[in-house]
Nanobody
Framework: VQLVESGGGLVQAGGSLRLSCAAS????????MGWYRQAPGKQRELVAG????????NYADSVKGRFTISRDNAKNTMYLQMNSLKPEDTAVYYC??????????WGQGTQVTVSS
């Protein structure tokens, strides 16, 4: 499975961005998916996750109420709608696909920069 993120960029604090993650290949074997982020000098952290059918989601406390994860299985695409962005949201955002047995596939990342 290949994952390609898009939608990152530079935005002012309080603004919005929508990230997309397009999956190709053996997408039927994907169980759950998620968005992670990594800021300079920090560890990669989970931002939001979603199950294969989209029926269950989870969020990091720092983004609850501001970010929304969703997926369109017909388009093999996952999204992250980010509202009320803060400078501390600045990071490289990565798409992740989880397979049976715990195997993971990662995208190349997309930069999100929030200016104050």
């Amino acid at each position: 499975v290949q994952l390609v993120e898009s939608g990152g960029g530079l935005v002012q604090a309080g603004g919005s961005l929508r990230l997309s993650c397009a999956a190709s290949g053996s997408t039927a074997s994907i169980n759950a998916m998620g968005w992670y982020r990594q800021a300079p000098g920090k560890q990669r952290e989970l931002v939001a996750g979603i199950t294969s059918g989209g029926g269950s989601t989870n969020y990091a406390d720092s983004v609850k109420g501001r970010f929304t994860i969703s997926r369109d299985n017909a388009k093999n695409t996952m999204y992250l709608q980010m509202n009320s962005l803060k400078p501390e949201d600045t990071a490289v955002y990565y798409c992740m696909a989880l397979f049976a047995g715990g195997l993971r596939s990662w995208g190349q990342g997309t930069q999100v920069t929030v200016s104050s």
